[in-house]
């Protein structure tokens, strides 16, 4: 991976039970307690896993640190809602070429991890230069193709993007023109994802930096063709933004 996320000189992490250790002091800071505690659950297990399968500490920070893990937590945990199929799936209006929610109007299209930044940057520059979603709608996402309305970047999409769903496209279109009709919204696994990122942030502090990312601002670099270091550096949020967004969530009504 291009970008880095270990400190220089940072000391690193005595193994994988010291991490479980940390990680049951560690807090989601914003995000309430009860998804605080699932998220900590979650992160649990899966170093008990890395344990039990021998993994090295030091590539398991990294993933930590890239938020990987929290990515793969919460495919894991979407996994498993699809498998459910609740009403919100069985009665989703999503379909292909169906792209109003790929029309980003705040400029950033939600916040994403570093290895999901590396994974989207890597599928689009090669498209650098070509019309991108922003030929279709001033605000659409670059990764979209403006003709089929379809992503470019499906199988590098990041967690917002898999959690995004709706069962009213109608909502959909007049979101996409500044409204704010009710129909859409993430599936739980994207609650998952936040919690174990902002666990993850304090299980790594004081040895890696654990950022977030504008997603808007990767897709539109990388179709522009700007270089992933350079795009990174655009694109990081402030520190405060996984914070504010987990709040976010405490705020929203149930
Ligand atoms: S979330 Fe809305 S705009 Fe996006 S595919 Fe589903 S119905 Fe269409
Ligand atoms: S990455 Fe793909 S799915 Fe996500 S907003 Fe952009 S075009 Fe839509």
Redesign the pocket.
């Known amino acids: 991976m291009a970008a880095k996320s270990a400190k220089p000189g940072a000391r690193s992490l005595s193994g994988i039970p010291a991490l479980r250790r940390k990680l049951l002091r560690a807090r989601a800071r914003g995000m309430p307690r009860f998804l605080e505690d699932r998220g900590r659950r979650l992160l649990d297990a899966y170093l008990a896993t890395a344990e039990a399968e021998g993994r090295p500490a030091r590539a398991l920070a990294g993933d930590i640190a890239s938020g990987a893990v929290a990515q793969k937590l919460a495919e894991m945990t979407g996994a498993q809602i699809r498998a459910e199929e609740p009403e919100q799936l069985r009665e989703?209006?999503?379909?292909e070429g169906?792209?109003?929610?790929c029309i980003l109007l705040e400029g950033d299209g939600g916040l994403i991890t570093e290895a999901e930044a590396v994974q989207l940057h890597g599928a689009l520059a090669p498209l650098a230069g070509q019309p991108d979603g922003r030929a279709w709608n001033a605000n659409a996402c670059a990764a979209l193709d403006p003709e089929t309305r379809l992503c470019r970047a499906y199988d590098a999409r990041p967690t917002v993007c898999r959690s995004?769903?709706?069962v009213d496209?109608e909502a959909?279109r007049e979101n996409a023109a500044g409204g704010d009709e009710d129909g859409?919204g993430m599936l739980g696994n994207h609650l998952d994802y936040l919690a174990v990122l902002a666990l993850s942030r304090d299980l790594m502090r004081g040895t890696a930096l654990v950022a977030t990312y504008n997603m808007q601002t990767i897709t539109s670099a990388a179709i522009d063709g700007v270089a992933l270091d350079k795009a990174l550096k655009q694109a990081r949020h402030k520190s405060a933004e996984l914070e504010d967004t987990c709040a976010d969530i405490g705020n929203s009504p149930s």
Do not use: H, L, N
Not at 92 to 95: D, F, G, L, M, R
Not at 98 to 101: K, Q, S, V
């Open positions: 989703a209006a999503c379909s169906c792209a109003f929610c995004f769903i709706s496209v959909c859409s």
